[in-house]
């Protein structure tokens, strides 16, 4: 079978890093993904990392070690609207689009 | 700028009844998808689909069945609504592909008295 582990929450004050990790077990893997989910809204897609090593999008970035079935997903220069949940995912050996998700991390950010 | 809307934001039903949620993407995605997110456990999969007409079963498909006759369009059905089928539903859908991009319409919140 195939899971996925987050921490449930992560909590950290405006202007801090934060790091949220996710460790992944599938017998097929294409790629990680992340997507970030604010209180009453849809989920959003981030990032994706298909190769390992680290992915910067502004003050987000993603990190993936394929070889250590591990990813994570760095927030820095905090905000109090970062502020959300945050979900790893990954094809679960599927070619037909679908995403196997992760239980999610709520982040809170202190003023 | 992909859309993806859902007939209803809140709807309550009472027990026993047949349930019909709506969704709509104006992308001409293949694939679409139904979430059932309830607290601590995340999104899990309820039902897929990759094309018109065709389906597959997500994790939790009990209870459930769906519809798509147009791609643009795919319906969830709560053929016999019970309480434990109260959370939120969100819609997805993305292009063919193993690592496509999702995109989520903004839930519908149900609950079943």
């Known amino acids: 079978g195939q899971s996925l582990e987050q921490p449930s929450e992560v909590t950290a004050v405006e202007g801090a890093i934060v790091q949220i990790n996710c460790t992944y077990q599938t017998s097929g893997f294409y790629g990680l993904s992340w997507y970030q989910q604010h209180d009453g809204g849809a989920p959003t897609f981030l990032s994706y990392?298909?190769?390992?090593g680290l992915e910067e999008t502004g003050r987000f970035s993603s990190f993936l070690s394929r070889s250590d079935s591990y990813g994570y997903l760095l927030l820095q220069e905090l905000q109090m609207k970062d502020s959300a949940s945050y979900f790893c995912?990954?094809?679960?050996?599927?070619?037909?689009?679908?995403?196997?998700f992760g239980r999610g991390t709520q982040l809170t950010v202190w003023p | 700028d992909v859309k993806v809307t859902q007939s209803s934001r809140y709807l309550v039903k009472r027990t026993g009844e047949k349930v019909f949620l709506e969704c709509v993407q104006d992308m001409d995605h293949e694939n679409m998808f139904w979430y059932r997110q309830d607290p601590g456990l995340g999104l899990r999969l309820i039902y897929f689909s990759y094309d018109v007409k065709m389906k597959e079963k997500g994790d939790i498909p009990e209870g459930y069945s769906v519809s798509r006759e147009k791609k643009e369009r795919f319906s969830l059905i709560l053929e016999s609504a019970s309480t434990n089928q109260t959370s939120m539903y969100l819609c997805a859908s993305s292009l063919a592909g193993g690592k496509e991009t999702q995109y989520f319409g903004p839930g519908t919140r149900l609950l079943v008295l």
């Open positions: 990392n298909a190769l390992d």
């Open positions: 995912a990954f094809p679960p050996g599927s070619t037909l689009g679908r995403l196997y």
